[in-house]
């Protein structure tokens, strides 16, 4: 399963937007390895122009969702030391996505560069696509 980033889904709602990120978000969604977390509703449905929000909820509605409650919100402490101590002042909502996904054992899809930095300090892995865009499983390394 991947946890898909609120950059991710705003920037595939954009008229102009990256087509290679369009392409692997679909992927992600045929496959049915698509997931979302609350801070992610908030930032994308609480954005939302009022045209778009009955779609998006479409779609969220049929996707794997996970409400963050305590044990996330420890997981996310944890990570924020682990990142003060190395030195990042991250945001914590994005502490809070790499610690939902990584207690999961879940990857996350965003095209944020703090995720890359929380992978490596334990958050969760990052999601990578495959060839042109297509579904890359879980990949052995």
């Known amino acids: ?9 705003i920037e595939a709602a954009r008229r102009q937007g990256d087509l290679a990120t369009k392409v692997a978000l679909r992927a ?12 992610v509703k908030l930032e994308v449905l609480g954005g939302a122009r009022r045209e778009e929000r009955r779609a998006l909820e479409m779609v969220f509605g049929v996707i794997p969702y996970v409400a963050c409650g305590e044990p996330e919100w ?15 002042a991250l945001p914590w909502n994005d502490l809070l996505i790499s610690a939902t996904a990584a207690a999961r054992g879940w ?3 965003s095209r944020d560069a703090h ?18 865009g297509s579904y890359q499983g879980d990949v052995e390394g």
Not at 1 to 9: A, K, N, P, Q, T
């Open 1 to 9: 399963m991947v946890l898909v980033d609120s950059s991710v889904w």
């Open 28 to 39: 992600l969604l045929d496959e049915y390895e698509a997931a979302w977390c609350s801070p």
């Open 74 to 88: 420890d997981a996310a402490k944890a990570l924020a030391w682990r990142a003060r101590e190395a030195g990042h």
């Open 107 to 109: 990857r996350v899809f």
């Open 115 to 132: 995720f890359a930095t929380l992978a490596g300090l334990g958050g969760a892995p990052l999601y990578q696509p495959g060839y042109g």
